[in-house]
């Protein structure tokens, strides 16, 4: 399977953003990808003055050129995230389409980013309502676990997915500086290693302006080891990922089939 992994600016023009993201995706598809990967909030900056402004409901404007784009492009496309509103709601949503570009999954985020590191704190529990749903699909490659950014840091939720199938996790997401450069790769390899499996971790490039992504994209594989990371600049790239790799692992160190779950609810 061929991945593509597409760390793009985002700026406040939510049409420029929008034509950023179908042209790297089209880029993809003519290098060979099966899937391609845009960052957490691709066509809105990460930031609460801009959330109500250019949300959207299921089916608005960023929705429709997705997935025209994933047809148009033939590829399966996991699109991000955007600000969705539902009724009174706004959602952090990741919307997946198949490469004839209808829905094949969604993904509201589960976990606010509610933090109090100094001069930088966030509420993210104040703009967003969290979905309820853990969330994977099924592509002809591998069985997929979709969650975004602040979910990566909990492990109950990224062991179920395990436990129900997940080959590969895809994690949207924009880590600040501060976090990122302490924990992104860190949490990417643990990760994977705890459940022996492949994580893609796509985040948005750095800006210079407002907030400032940590950015360095990232693939690892089933043993832990990084595949392909980015740096802080826009980067695009191909990614190709065997899941036959995931049972050789498997064998060798059986995790799974030795946890006691039992032991730790207690």
């Known amino acids: 399977?061929?991945?593509?992994?597409?760390?793009?600016?985002?700026?406040?023009?939510?049409?420029?953003?929008?034509?950023?993201?179908?042209?790297?995706?089209?880029?993809?598809?003519?290098?060979?990808?099966?899937?391609?990967?845009?960052?957490?909030?691709?066509?809105?900056?990460?930031?609460?003055?801009?959330?109500?402004?250019?949300?959207?409901?299921?089916?608005?404007?960023?929705?429709?050129?997705?997935?025209?784009?994933?047809?148009?492009a033939g590829v399966w496309l996991v699109a991000g995230s955007l600000p969705e509103r539902a009724g009174e709601n706004l959602y952090n949503t990741s919307f997946v389409?198949?490469?004839?570009?209808?829905?094949?999954?969604?993904?509201?985020?589960?976990?606010?980013?509610?933090?109090?590191?100094?001069?930088?704190?966030?509420?993210?529990?104040?703009?967003?309502?969290?979905?309820?749903?853990?969330?994977l699909f099924d592509t002809p490659f591998c069985r997929v676990g979709l969650c975004v950014c602040f979910d990566l840091r909990f492990p109950e939720l990224l062991l179920r997915m395990a436990l129900a199938g997940a080959e590969l996790i895809i994690a949207p997401a924009v880590f600040a500086l501060a976090t990122g450069a302490a924990h992104w790769e860190m949490l990417l390899r643990l990760r994977a290693v705890d459940n022996q499996l492949f994580v893609a971790g796509v985040s948005a490039a750095r800006g210079e302006k407002g907030f400032r992504s940590h950015a360095h994209s990232m693939v690892t594989d089933p043993w832990g080891n990084i595949i392909y990371e980015a740096g802080t600049e826009e980067a695009v790239a191909v990614v190709e990922i065997d899941p036959g790799e995931i049972q050789t692992v498997r064998d060798k160190l059986p995790l799974l089939p030795a946890r006691r779950p039992a032991l730790y609810a207690r």
Request: proline residues 7%; charged residues 25%; glycine residues 10%.
């Open 1 to 72: 399977m061929k991945l593509g992994v597409v760390q793009m600016p985002v700026g406040a023009d939510k049409e420029k953003n929008i034509e950023t993201a179908e042209r790297h995706i089209a880029a993809c598809a003519a290098r060979g990808a099966d899937m391609v990967v845009l960052p957490e909030m691709f066509c809105c900056p990460l930031s609460p003055k801009y959330y109500a402004a250019l949300a959207e409901e299921r089916g608005g404007p960023a929705w429709s050129r997705m997935a025209a784009a994933a047809a148009g």
């Open 97 to 135: 389409f198949d490469p004839a570009g209808g829905e094949a999954a969604r993904h509201r985020k589960l976990h606010m980013f509610d933090q109090n590191l100094p001069g930088a704190a966030t509420r993210e529990s104040a703009v967003f309502t969290p979905g309820d749903a853990v969330t």
